[in-house]
């Protein structure tokens, strides 16, 4: 009924609609006023961004800019002003990088729940810089440690000290465990102590170095610092393919291009540190300083050498070809090698650990540079390979022949001197400086007596 009633009827007021359309389109033009006036907002507030992006990334450019200024002026001020400032800042470096490093990993809701966590890591850091540095106290001022009554307990104990230490936070970590928080717990304390064998561990070599001479802390550090920076020349320059997918701006045109300007940057330095004594002694004086200097036997690489090469068929009569440096140079172009082929990993490895938590940063510790970590992260493998190298390929070992007599004559048996014999005479027959039938008759009449 409905249905068919509407059929039949008729809208008086049809023609509404188009006086209704008709009024639309009069007023059509304030509506194009209208958007364009919105267009035009839009467009400013774009602008508007784009100016904001421009001055924060102008901001952020000189505070980055002056900040490295500070840190290089910083750097040099304390390398010219002796061994002990630059331990200082290495111990800053240690202490900050853990912070950060250990942040990453805990929740502060969680570490404020369980306070003895963040009390715990901070106490693994004191326990390891205490053996490390002690170690390194010990080894190289035994002169000043073994004679002194109050020191020298300590060092005779050092170890045991360090190991009693241990074991009341490990008992202390065990007796804190609540249910509830154990995954969490036990990742803080695995997470603490990878972070001491990564940070403060490499550390402590470093510091080694710097009191094995100067030159085998400075050296490694700018070998990185140069590498990466013709590292980012040569990557904008004629970079083109993709280095590794952790960071997206490396390429392998500038890792290869950084690689060669860092082997002749170093051997250049190398001749220039080398003319110093302050850089190549060891630091017999810690009170000395760039304008004091040192004083000592430099070791044999430091002095230059001549090689020449034999007689070619392709060059005239008698015409051989020969080249004078010293042999530091040449190992400096493995160390450069290594600061460009195989440091770069290590901040790599902290690129994807920065990925794995979702974190731009370690921390904000440098204004413009983010954290200590963020800028040593291939410092720290860097210096462990200088320690390595330093004391299997340069290092020189002297011993005064009058007091290994003296040590043989005073300290060993009459069955230890009988040993020692037969020993010095197998390995004189091991490098055929003698006939291995001394060795027969020496061990026949050992025998018999």
């Keep these: 009924m409905t249905g068919r009633s509407r059929r039949g009827v008729k809208f008086p007021h049809s023609g509404r609609r188009s006086s209704m359309s008709e009024a639309s389109e009069e007023s059509s033009p304030s509506k194009t006023r209208a958007l364009a006036n919105i267009q035009e907002k839009s467009n400013n507030a774009g602008d508007n961004q784009q100016l904001s992006d421009y001055e924060k990334k102008k901001?952020?450019?000189?505070?980055?800019?002056?900040?490295?200024?500070?840190?290089?002026?910083?750097?040099?001020?304390?390398?010219?002003?002796?061994?002990?400032?630059?331990?200082?800042?290495?111990?800053?470096?240690?202490?900050?990088?853990?912070?950060?490093?250990?942040?990453?990993?805990?929740?502060?809701?969680?570490?404020?729940?369980?306070?003895?966590?963040?009390?715990?890591?901070?106490?693994?850091?004191?326990?390891?810089?205490?053996?490390?540095?002690?170690?390194?106290?010990?080894?190289?001022?035994?002169?000043?440690?073994?004679?002194?009554?109050?020191?020298?307990?300590?060092?005779?104990?050092?170890?045991?000290?360090?190991?009693?230490?241990?074991?009341?936070?490990?008992?202390?970590?065990?007796?804190?465990?609540?249910?509830?928080?154990?995954?969490?717990?036990?990742?803080?304390?695995?997470?603490?102590?990878?972070?001491?064998?990564?940070?403060?561990?490499?550390?402590?070599?470093?510091?080694?170095?710097?009191?094995?001479?100067?030159?085998?802390?400075?050296?490694?550090?700018?070998?990185?610092?140069?590498?990466?920076?013709?590292?980012?020349?040569?990557?904008?320059?004629?970079?083109?393919?993709?280095?590794?997918?952790?960071?997206?701006?490396?390429?392998?045109?500038?890792?290869?291009?950084?690689?060669?300007?860092?082997?002749?940057?170093?051997?250049?330095?190398?001749?220039?540190?080398?003319?110093?004594?302050?850089?190549?002694?060891?630091?017999?004086?810690?009170?000395?300083?760039?304008f004091t200097g040192l004083d000592c036997e430099p070791n044999s690489v430091f002095i230059p050498q001549t090689w020449t090469m034999p007689e070619l068929l392709f060059f005239p009569t008698k015409t051989r070809l020969s080249i004078t440096m010293a042999p530091m140079q040449i190992h400096t172009f493995f160390w450069a090698t290594f600061a460009s082929l195989i440091a770069p990993f290590g901040g790599f490895f902290a690129s994807g650990l920065k990925r794995t938590f979702k974190i731009k940063d370690f921390g904000h510790s440098i204004p413009g540079h983010g954290g200590i970590t963020d800028r040593m992260d291939c410092q720290f493998i860097m210096g462990f390979f200088a320690y390595i190298y330093y004391h299997t390929f340069i290092a020189q070992s002297k011993v005064d022949f009058d007091e290994v007599l003296e040590i043989v004559a005073t300290r060993l048996t009459i069955d230890d001197h009988k040993k020692l014999l037969f020993f010095i005479a197998k390995y004189l027959v091991n490098h055929n400086a003698i006939d291995s039938s001394i060795v027969n008759a020496i061990e026949k009449s050992l025998t018999n007596h």
């Design 59 to 290: 901001a952020n450019f000189i505070e980055r800019t002056l900040w490295t200024f500070v840190m290089i002026a910083g750097f040099f001020a304390a390398l010219f002003m002796g061994h002990i400032y630059i331990v200082v800042i290495i111990t800053a470096v240690q202490i900050i990088s853990f912070k950060e490093v250990i942040a990453i990993s805990s929740g502060a809701s969680r570490a404020r729940d369980i306070q003895s966590t963040k009390s715990l890591n901070w106490y693994w850091l004191a326990i390891a810089m205490y053996f490390l540095h002690g170690e390194t106290v010990i080894y190289y001022f035994k002169h000043i440690v073994m004679v002194d009554r109050v020191l020298l307990p300590l060092a005779t104990h050092h170890r045991f000290i360090c190991f009693t230490l241990y074991v009341v936070g490990f008992v202390f970590f065990v007796s804190t465990l609540k249910g509830g928080h154990l995954k969490f717990q036990f990742t803080q304390f695995v997470w603490a102590h990878m972070a001491l064998f990564l940070i403060v561990g490499q550390s402590h070599f470093i510091m080694n170095n710097v009191f094995d001479g100067l030159i085998w802390f400075f050296l490694p550090a700018a070998l990185v610092i140069t590498n990466d920076i013709f590292a980012y020349v040569c990557g904008i320059t004629f970079g083109r393919t993709q280095l590794i997918k952790l960071s997206p701006k490396k390429t392998v045109e500038g890792f290869l291009g950084a690689w060669v300007m860092t082997v002749l940057f170093g051997i250049l330095l190398t001749h220039i540190l080398m003319r110093s004594r302050f850089f190549i002694c060891p630091a017999n004086d810690l009170g000395a300083n760039i």
